[in-house]
């Protein structure tokens, strides 16, 4: 899953040390009041579902029931994930924040996608302490790379040793610092646009239509770019005075009018999922 850049534990601290070229796309909703403020901490939230769901990292729900999540997960999730995607999950939940975290369920799923797609070169833009990081590393050939991109290099830190010790960190290229500069950065070179087999987009809902227009240039005709939360903790179609965090309500219109943007763009085919906090995928189709 994830919420969006105010909602990152160091957010405010990671983004103060950035390059002053990159300073520019800082984004105002740095100091919206959010669970960064409160160590994780949610109980300060009217909405007794956002605490539930938000409980433990990835155990959250759009289904009809916690049971039968909890259901998909010991039967078809747990047994099948690696000891090291466990222990890097493990290790997340003692983390700040930890429901950042992508759930098990649609890391299995982009794992099984990368590998039907035949995906080599791929790029994670949101990486947090790695979890879909190393889903990816671990799924991909032993010669395919993954560039992941975050501001925020301490929590990636948390999540290295394993993706070390899992034997996969030569195929990660992770690259600290602001998204949107970075993309333009690898727009300037010809031998990037059309290179990626697969993308996963899993940062700051504001700005994910500036990462669309990026990333299609970057993604090949025929590759696919994973949108993240686009079912936004089902409040979508909640009415506007619903008891959601704040930076659910506050990133709710950047949500909708993304998924009003890709159901209208010819340049792709998509599928919105309900799993996890909803995926959207997009082909590049022109
Ligand atoms: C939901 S977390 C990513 C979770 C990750 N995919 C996982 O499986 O653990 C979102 C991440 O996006 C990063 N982020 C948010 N906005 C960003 C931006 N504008 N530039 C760089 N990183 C950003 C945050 O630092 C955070 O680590």
Not at 87 to 102: C, D, F, N, P
Not at 147 to 173: S, T
Not at 190 to 216: M, P, S, T, W
Not at 231 to 239: D, E, K, Q, R
């Amino acid at each position: 899953m994830a919420p969006s850049v105010d909602e990152m534990g160091s957010a405010g601290g990671a983004t103060s040390n950035l390059k002053t070229d990159e300073q520019s796309y800082q984004l105002s909703t740095l100091t919206v009041t959010s669970p960064s403020n409160h160590n994780g901490d949610t109980s300060q939230y009217k909405d007794k579902d956002f605490k539930a769901s938000h409980g433990t990292p990835g155990h959250k729900t759009l289904l009809q029931s916690d049971a039968l999540y909890q259901y998909i997960l010991k039967t078809s999730v747990y047994p099948r994930e690696s000891t090291y995607l466990k222990e890097l999950r493990k290790i997340t939940e003692g983390v700040s924040l930890s429901y950042m975290a992508t759930p098990p369920d649609e890391v299995q799923f982009l794992m099984l996608l990368i590998q039907l797609l035949n995906a080599k070169n791929t790029m994670e833009l949101g990486v947090y302490t790695g979890y879909s990081l190393l889903g990816t590393a671990l799924a991909l050939p032993d010669d395919g790379k993954i560039v992941a991109i975050d501001l925020d290099r301490n929590n990636y830190e948390l999540g290295a040793p394993v993706i070390e010790k899992a034997g996969v960190a030569h195929k990660v290229d992770f690259r600290e610092g602001l998204i949107l500069p970075q993309l333009d950065k690898m727009l300037l070179n010809q031998e990037n646009l059309g290179l990626f087999d697969f993308i996963f987009v899993d940062a700051d809902k504001d700005n994910y239509l500036k990462y669309h227009e990026r990333c299609l240039k970057l993604v090949k005709v025929e590759g696919v770019i994973a949108y993240d939360n686009t079912l936004w903790n089902g409040s979508l179609v909640a009415p506007e005075d619903a008891p959601y965090a704040t930076y659910i309500h506050q990133y709710r219109p950047f949500v909708l009018e993304l998924n009003k943007f890709l159901a209208a763009d010819k340049r792709i085919a998509i599928s919105q999922l309900s799993v996890g906090d909803g995926i959207t995928l997009c082909r590049r189709i022109l």
